[in-house]
């Protein structure tokens, strides 16, 4: 079982900047694909970025390539997302989750096994 925890959420402007971060429990975190997801009142959850276990290989969702980084520091059990560019259509509640099973990394939101509870990230125009 990882608990996973995210910080970092708040209300910018369109134009600025967050640094989303995830802090996992588990010992054994480079076990785990870990994605960052994101859900807006009256949408579906949809796939924001992903890194793989060594962190050699990451994918982004379409609407944010080129504008958010993930990252993940093994070492300190943690992962980030560097969101820049912020624009109104970001403001969603955004979800860190971790992958134990999945071989190749994944953008469904269904291979993910442990979700944390989600922080709230509003940007005004």
């Known amino acids: 079982q990882v608990r996973l925890v995210e910080s970092g959420g708040g209300s910018v402007q369109a134009g600025e900047s967050l640094r989303l971060s995830c802090a996992a429990s588990?010992?054994?975190?480079?076990?785990?694909?870990m994605g960052w997801f994101r859900q807006a009142p009256g949408r579906e959850r949809e796939f924001v970025a992903g890194?793989?276990?060594?962190?050699?290989?990451?994918i982004y969702g379409n609407s944010v390539e080129g504008r958010f980084t993930i990252s993940r520091d093994n070492a300190n059990n943690g992962v980030t997302l560097q969101m820049n560019s912020l624009e109104p259509e970001d403001t969603a509640i955004y979800y860190c989750?971790?992958?134990?099973?999945?071989?190749?990394?994944?953008?469904?939101?269904?291979?993910?096994?442990?979700w944390g509870q989600g922080t709230q990230v509003t940007v005004s125009s």
């Open positions: 890194v793989s276990r060594r962190g050699l290989s990451t």
């Open positions: 989750a971790a992958d134990a099973g999945s071989t190749v990394l994944s953008r469904f939101y269904f291979r993910y096994d442990y």
């Open positions: 588990e010992r054994t975190f480079d076990n785990y694909n």
